[in-house]
């Protein structure tokens, strides 16, 4: 049995990129841990969901707790920072509660103890860029490299991501997942992945909310991103230095298919994957992207989950298993 943890930005990140690897980790008897640096406190919900007294962060605590249950996690803590919201920037700023600007070792240090407490053996943090640039995310990935340095445990690392060449192919190829991305913008709760697919990582719109109303067109076509790769590390600034030299929509979402090291077929804990995304319903209402999809679309967009792992160099032979 090994122990796993899975640290991510905001309640439905955890979901929509790892749902299920999580479910087969804990099918194969695993004990996985997941820790939110956030509670996503400033997504958007639509008017009158939430109950009187209840803050949206509240309630989004209330639906990673029930996510977690579906996967069957074994713990789930909270760093106990703030949302910073989509258009924030990274940089440290220690007046302010927000996680992308946290200071690194102090975040670090409160996640290298649970590290520690769980004796993990693998943390999942995301790629340099956050999967589509969000600070939150980035800082994840700061984050989580530095607790794992700290942690007397001395986890394997392994950047959840997007396989970029993936999704642009289907943008182009598949009529039902484009239709469902243009229909985005009639949607009132959206979530995460439905917004990197619609909207590129567009810096106008908030964190958990694609404001896609976008007359019909994609709104990926005409996102325009400037993200910065700003990491320190050696090796990550040499790869996020390739993504920086083209700032396209297409190069700032997840990561280069030939770059990534883990393709995890999730497929037989699909239903478990969507009982999760489902229990983020603040964020992801029946009209979402997602809910619009077919089986077999479900299955194209959501039934593969990738991983790099940053010690490993990425070759013909795609892995199957985040243990590989
Ligand atoms: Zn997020």
Not at 6 to 19: M, N, R, V
Request: hydrophobic residues 35%; negative net charge.
């Amino acid at each position: 049995m090994s122990s796993i943890v899975c640290f991510h930005a905001h309640p439905d990140d955890e979901a929509l990129a790892s749902g299920g690897t999580i479910a087969q980790l804990v099918a194969e008897q695993h004990r996985v841990t997941l820790v939110f640096a956030t509670r996503g406190e400033v997504g958007e919900v639509d008017d009158g969901f939430l109950g009187a007294g209840t803050t949206l962060g509240e309630a989004r605590e209330a639906e990673a707790r029930k996510a977690a249950e579906i996967l069957g996690v074994a713990g789930i803590e909270f760093l106990g920072y703030k949302d910073s919201g989509l258009e924030n920037t990274v940089g440290e700023d220690e007046k302010s509660d927000e996680f992308a600007k946290s200071n690194v070792d102090e975040a670090a240090t409160r996640l290298a103890k649970i590290l520690d407490d769980v004796g993990a053996d693998i943390l999942t943090t995301y790629d340099p860029n956050g999967g589509y640039g969000h600070p939150d995310h980035i800082q994840v990935h700061r984050v989580g490299n530095r607790a794992a340095e700290m942690a007397k445990a001395k986890p394997r690392i392994l950047w959840a991501t997007m396989n970029r060449d993936h999704f642009m192919n289907l943008r182009e190829t598949n009529e039902e997942v484009r239709l469902a991305m243009e229909g985005v913008g009639e949607s009132t709760a959206e979530g995460e992945l439905e917004h990197e697919l619609s909207k590129g990582g567009d810096e106008k719109s908030g964190d958990e909310k694609g404001d896609a109303s976008s007359g019909g067109e994609s709104a990926l076509d005409k996102s325009e991103n400037g993200n910065e790769d700003e990491d320190e590390d050696e090796n990550v600034a040499e790869d996020g230095n390739k993504e920086t030299e083209n700032e396209t929509p297409e190069n700032n979402f997840g990561w280069p298919e030939s770059e990534i090291t883990h393709f995890i077929d999730v497929t037989d804990y699909i239903d478990q994957k969507m009982d999760s995304i489902k229990a983020h319903a603040s964020q992801i209402g029946e009209d979402s992207f997602f809910m619009k999809l077919s089986p077999e679309a479900r299955i194209i967009v959501l039934g593969t989950e990738w991983f790099v792992d940053p010690a490993q160099k990425p070759s013909d032979k795609k892995l199957g298993s985040i243990f590989d």
